[in-house]
Nanobody, 124 residues
Framework: QLQLVESGGGLVQSGGSLRLSCAASGGDWGFSAIAWFRQAPGKERVGVSCISGYGIRENYLDSVEGRVTMSRDNFKNTVTLQMNAFNPQDTGVYYC?????????????????WGQGTQIVVSP
């Protein structure tokens, strides 16, 4: 059974950088759309970035524009999210997710397979 496993979260100082990774195990995600979402404490889950099955990248959060880069390796079934210049508002749980269609979406309701999430805490 296909599963997604995130890694790379932790405690980071404001202005710092982290590289999150997500790997698929138990199968191949093929040409599915793969996305990163995040959920801040007490808030809804929101889309950060997505790469479609066509390989087109979409960014969804104005607050992270210019600070995040998502990449995808279909041979290794991995995606990464490089994030720079953290601020405390970036604190939250970051999730990797996929949906078995080509096109991206910024709605969590359109995704049906989720990783367990990786926590990021940004200190002032």
């Amino acid at each position: 059974q296909l599963q997604l496993v995130e890694s790379g979260g932790g405690l980071v100082q404001s202005g710092g950088s982290l590289r999150l990774s997500c790997a698929a195990s138990g199968g191949d995600w093929g040409f599915s759309a793969i996305a990163w979402f995040r959920q801040a404490p007490g808030k809804e889950r929101v889309g950060v970035s997505c790469i479609s099955g066509y390989g087109i990248r979409e960014n969804y959060l104005d607050s992270v524009e210019g600070r995040v880069t998502m990449s995808r390796d279909n041979f290794k079934n991995t995606v990464t999210l490089q994030m720079n210049a953290f601020n405390p508002q970036d604190t939250g749980v970051y999730y990797c997710t996929m949906k078995p269609v080509l096109a991206c979406s910024n709605s969590p309701r359109n995704f049906d397979l989720w990783g367990q999430g990786t926590q990021i805490v940004v200190s002032p």
